[in-house]
Every structure is written in C-alpha cells, then in structure tokens.
C-alpha cells in the first residue's frame, strides 16, 4: 500500500483553561490518502476544528499536541524545524476556516489574496496569477469575477466572502482540503455549487477532503467514510452508507434521529438530553453514558475502546444491539 499523505496516530491535545487542563483531543488515529472523503460529525465541543488545527500547527497558544504523532508524505512533523514544516504542510494541504471575516485579510484586495499562493509559492506570473484567480472564483460561484477581483472584503456579504476563502484555500493546488464548517454561511444553492466543485476535484484530481461539520446532509453528499467525535475522541467508524443505515453506538443513532426529517410528520424533535463531560475532569466509564439509552452497569467502569463491529468500528460495549435500537425506533414512529 502506499504512504498515506497524512497520518495521525494517537493524537492527543490539551488546552490550559481558568477550570484546569482540558483534555481536548484524546488519542484520535486517521490516514488520509488520494481522493479520501471523511467526514468528522459530532456536538460542538467535541474536538472537531481542534483537530483540524493541531493537523495545521494552528493551536492557540494556550493549547498543545501532548502526545501523538502526526505524518505528512511519511515524514514525522514534530522532527522537523517550523520552517519546512511549514513549506512541507502548505506543499500538501489547504484550509477553509468557519470565519471568513478572520481569515480574509481586510486590507489587501480579494483578488490579490486569492492570487498570492500561485504567484509566491507557484513561481507563476502576475498574468498567470490572476488567471487562476479569476478561474476559482467563476467555480465557486462568484459572478462577475473581474469587476469584483479589486474589491476588498469588507464590500462583500458573508456569502461572498466565505467563498473567496474556499477559493484561496485551492489556489495552491492542495493535494488534502480541510474543511472547517465551510458553507455554513452559504445558501443552498451556492452550498450545493460547491460541494459539486469539491466532488469534482476529488474525482478530477484526486483531491482529499476532510469535512468537519454539523449537517449530516452535507456528509451524506460529500462524504465516502466518517468519524463520530464524542468528548474529545471517535466512538465510531465506517462508510458513510453503513453508519447512515446501521449506526453501531447510541451516539450515532441519537445525533441521526435527532436530524429533521421532511419526508415524516412530528409533533416534537428528538433531542438528546443532557449535556457532554466536563473534559477538565477525570473520564470515568463512557463518556456518553448519562445521556445512553443503552446503559448498562459496565458503561460506569471503564471506557470502552474503538473495536470492529461488523464493518464499522465502535466504542460502545453494547454496539451488538444496535440493530434492537432501531426496532424500537421503528415501534416509536409507529405509535407517533
């Protein structure tokens, strides 16, 4: 098999609070390879962009990677001196942050930030450079892509501007795509213009995407593999249509029915009751046990770990009565 182009093992992150130490991420492992689509799908809270951000070396300064290792094209970054992992991390990888405000620079024209990256790290011409501009900017949507390339930020809606920074963020040619919640801002149109963009790239070009968000609409359509991130870790795995169909941990199965659906008729949403761990405290059992419909007295003992289920993996002791869960899911719906 050939080397992933990157590789996280047992990444682990903790950020210096006024509560105490929080342990944000704990012991996360994923390989991203040519082409994958992985969605990371959980509450907010639960470690999803600071993951995305310790991948990056763009953890704040009161937050740091305290175990782990992370390999970009094989090559252990920790070993390496800020200046090439920087060179070795903008060769491979690009980001579309949640604010487009913070990170578009408000002073410096549009065109010239989206032109940047291939005129100063490309070696292309300032010509040729605004070419490849003015192209990402027709394909992610924005009209009259000359007109608006001397604008700054500021003249444009949120819309606009969170798709300047997906522009920027594939002006470099990125092999991986970090995605940080990137058309929350964007209407439904313009969101499905761009989703079918990344699709196509990933198809085209063997562009790899790591998709962070809520909308399991979104993961659904971009999506081949998924990650379910629950107080700082994943409890399951799997292809995006088995996890969809057969969710094998009581978290996945709650954040599924909780998601509206329009083809059916209720009086009430599902929400899950309770509230996620205290992440600055000992974890003691599951995580997810005082809000589990699931629980049993083992969940209180210790914390189970991610293990095969069928063609996933879960982090559940009871992930073998999944298929009970929506038996009874099914009985519910009946009686509604």
């Known amino acids: 098999m050939s080397t992933p182009l990157i590789s996280v093992e047992n990444l682990s992150v903790e950020i210096k609070t006024d509560r105490g130490l929080l342990k944000a991420i704990r012991g996360v492992s994923f390989d991203i390879n040519a082409g994958d689509s992985i969605g990371i799908v959980g509450e907010s809270g639960s470690g999803k962009s600071i993951t995305l951000k310790a991948i990056l070396g763009l953890l704040p300064n009161n937050a740091h990677v305290s175990a782990g290792k992370i390999f970009v094209e094989g090559k252990d970054i920790s070993t390496l001196d800020p200046k090439s992992r920087r060179a070795l991390l903008s060769k491979n990888t690009g980001m579309i942050f949640q604010d487009a405000i913070a990170a578009l620079n408000p002073v410096i024209k549009i065109g010239e930030q989206i032109s940047e990256v291939p005129r100063y790290r490309l070696g292309k011409s300032k010509d040729e450079s605004k070419a490849i501009a003015l192209s990402l900017m027709e394909k992610v949507g924005i009209t009259d892509s000359e007109s608006r390339y001397s604008l700054y930020p500021h003249q444009l809606s949120g819309g606009l501007r969170q798709r300047i920074a997906i522009a920027i963020a594939l002006s470099g040619s990125p092999k991986i795509l970090f995605c940080d919640e990137p058309t929350t801002a964007l209407d439904v149109t313009i969101q499905a213009q761009v989703l079918r963009l990344l699709n196509e790239l990933r198809t085209n070009s063997g562009l790899g995407i790591v998709f962070v968000t809520h909308d399991l609409a979104v993961v659904n359509e971009l999506c081949d593999d998924i990650r379910v991130m629950y107080a700082g870790r994943f409890v399951e795995s799997g292809t995006v249509q088995k996890t969809f169909n057969e969710p094998t941990h ?41 809000r589990c419909f699931s629980v049993t007295s083992q969940c209180s003992e210790s914390e189970p770990e991610l293990l095969p289920i069928a063609q996933s993996k879960s982090a559940c002791f009871n992930s073998v009565d999944h298929t009970k869960w929506a038996a009874e899911d099914s009985k519910e719906g009946a009686r509604r």
């Open 250 to 290: 009581p978290y996945t199965f709650s954040l599924l029915k909780a998601a509206p659906d329009p083809d059916q008729s209720v009086h009430r949403l599902f929400t899950i009751s309770g509230e996620a761990p205290n992440l600055t405290q000992p974890v003691v059992g599951c995580p997810f046990a005082p």
